[in-house]
């Protein structure tokens, strides 16, 4: 059984800057393509983020150039470094498998609050 779990949101200004993490247990993610979701009020869940077992990288139009995702074996964790945050960014952020179809079950996520 599979537990993701994020952290590292919160409340910030727009232009400020938050890094969220993922961590996993009951997998090895690094054989995983894994992605970055958020879901704002009202909204559908979307893919912001993506990076592959060999470390290519995917961005939604929205956030790129302002999203860095990575990932660390090691500590079989996920990242997402966001930087000049708007208040669109507004949303809880979940990690999961970047294939929609494949995904596992989803962590209870982490809020995200743009607001000056």
């Known amino acids: 059984q599979v537990q993701l779990v994020e952290s590292g949101g919160g409340l910030v200004q727009p232009g400020g800057s938050l890094r969220l993490s993922c961590a996993a247990s009951g997998k090895i993610l690094s054989t995983y393509a894994m992605g970055w979701y958020r879901q704002a009020p009202g909204k559908q869940r979307e893919l912001v983020a993506s990076?592959?077992?060999?470390?290519?990288?995917n961005y939604a139009g929205s956030v790129q150039g302002r999203f860095t995702i990575s990932r660390d074996n090691a500590k079989n964790t996920v990242y997402l470094q966001m930087n000049t945050l708007k208040p669109e960014d507004t949303a809880v952020y979940y990690c999961?498998?970047?294939?929609?179809?494949?995904?596992?079950?989803w962590g209870q996520g982490t809020q995200v609050t743009v607001s000056a």
């Open positions: 999961n498998r970047a294939a929609i179809r494949l995904v596992w079950d």
């Open positions: 990076i592959t077992s060999s470390l290519s990288t």
